[in-house]
């Protein structure tokens, strides 16, 4: 079926220092998401996205963080700068229509900051 | 506050048993609840969802019993077999397409 490319899929970074995780989601999708795991736990929605517009975020989604999706190019989720507790897999995730409706998950960017 | 909670967080069953995960909510404004099945080093992948209006999904083997008054669902898994060992986040949103909430996670082992 269709896939959410994730890249990269690992990351090691200094503690301070800026990164990117890119996505490339479905191609006919409208709807972006990112999503963090620790530990393979829970879940904890960060924001989503539609139309070149944050639709909607939790209180993780820091002021640290930002999204964006340049016409034809990536979802990116930027963190700058990073702080020890981002260490997590961050899932990025699209859907066609609004939440109520097939979430198209990718394999995850496992980030560790030292 | 948890606003989706899965009672157990892992649960261990014998091959060719019914495994039965619960999921209870805290938001009556949810109306829409899949289940999502992750294996180690994948993304959540969809297995099965249910609106509210409904009180039963069944999927092949994959069955979601809802009850919208006691605001708590479960999945079934009938036949459990190795392959099935993973872990099941069920999730919700909420009306005007808000984004989904997930749960805990139970990890299933099915033994041979």
């Known amino acids: 079926g269709p896939k959410v490319l994730q890249i990269p899929s690992h990351q090691i970074i200094d503690m301070g220092q800026m990164v990117t995780l890119n996505c490339d989601p479905v191609s006919n999708h409208l709807y972006f998401y990112w999503y963090k795991q620790i530990l393979g736990q829970q879940m904890e929605f960060l924001v989503n996205?539609?139309?070149?517009?944050?639709?909607?975020k939790s209180k993780l989604f820091k002021d640290q963080f930002s999204v964006e999706r340049p016409d034809g190019s990536y979802f990116t989720l930027k963190i700058q700068p990073t702080a020890l507790e981002d260490s997590a897999v961050y899932f990025c995730?699209?859907?066609?229509?609004?939440?109520?409706?097939?979430?198209?998950f990718g394999s995850g960017t496992r980030l560790l900051v030292i | 506050q948890q606003q989706v909670r899965q009672s157990s967080q892992s649960l261990t069953v014998w091959e060719g048993e019914t495994a039965i995960l619960n999921c209870s909510y805290e938001n009556s404004a949810f109306d829409y609840f899949p289940w999502y099945q992750q294996f180690p080093g994948e993304g959540p992948a969809l297995l099965i969802a249910?609106?509210?209006?409904?009180d039963k999904k069944e999927d092949g083997r994959f069955t979601i019993f809802f009850n919208k008054r006691e605001k708590n669902l479960s999945l079934h898994i009938k036949d459990s077999q190795p392959g099935d060992s993973a872990t099941y986040f069920c999730a919700a949103s909420a009306q005007g397409g808000r984004a989904l909430i997930f749960g805990t996670g139970t990890t299933v082992s099915v033994s041979p």
């Open positions: 249910i609106r509210s209006v409904s």
């Open positions: 995730a699209s859907s066609l229509a609004r939440a109520d409706s097939d979430y198209t």
């Open positions: 996205f539609y139309n070149g517009k944050v639709m909607e």
